[in-house]
């Protein structure tokens, strides 16, 4: 005759079979590591599953950012009087009306972008000592002899008009180096035209320049 009580109180399972009493435990070893192993399975899929997710909220933190950037500069050229770029025409920063020396870009960040949130990618490591983490190839770069005369503003803008970008986001990409990475392997770029359009693409590594973009 076989009896099996529930020991409630032991959380155990007791068979009686005879003289012999067997006792068993809820969970053995193995039992356990195998429920810790698919407990580590399952948070693996999840998390793959949440990253493509939480990289697209980052973006689309960035588009605003650069959204309201775009406004900011919107108004500080009405400001000072800027001009409307055409596609033949060379202009620089002062006749567009966007902060052709520091201390221009300076009033810029603290009268027209009061959030300083709005400079800062949440992809890029903090850094206290930095003003922004974006890129600013449409703001005063006439200043700085080491810029190519094709990636220069008013190259740009005779070449581009008003589609040519102010701001720069590349931050959405794992580190690469462009002289060994794949010539076809593509990153991430956000960036803010003169116009006020902000583009989300995927351009070649290997292009370091955002006159074609």
């Not at 986001?169 to 462009?178: I, Q």
Request: proline share 6%; with cysteine; hydrophobic share 45%.
């Amino acid at each position: 005759m076989r009896v099996k009580l529930f020991d409630l109180k032991g959380l155990s399972l007791t068979s009686l079979e005879g003289n012999n009493i067997i006792a068993r435990s809820a969970f053995t070893l193995v039992e356990l590591l195998v429920v810790i192993a698919i407990i580590i399975v399952l948070a693996g899929i999840i998390w793959a599953a949440l990253g493509p997710a939480r990289e697209r909220a980052r973006q689309m933190i960035c588009v605003s950012h650069l959204h309201q950037i775009g406004l900011a500069a919107s108004i500080y050229r009405q400001d000072y009087n800027g001009m409307d770029p055409s596609v033949g025409i060379a202009m620089g920063d002062a006749q567009l009306g966007l902060p052709a020396n520091i201390s221009g870009f300076t009033v810029f960040l603290n009268s027209y972008v009061k959030d300083k949130r709005l400079l800062f990618c949440p992809n890029a490591p903090p850094d206290p000592t930095a003003g922004s983490n974006y890129g600013w190839p449409g703001f005063f770069d006439e200043m700085d002899p080491n810029i190519p005369s094709y990636a220069q503003v008013r190259n740009v803008v005779a070449k581009r008009g008003d589609n040519f970008v102010i701001v720069t986001d590349v931050n959405h990409n794992n580190e690469w180096d462009m002289w060994n990475e794949p010539k076809w392997d593509l990153k991430r770029v956000i960036f803010l035209r003169l116009n006020g359009q902000v583009v989300s693409k995927l351009v070649p590594v290997s292009d370091r320049v955002s006159d074609d973009w």
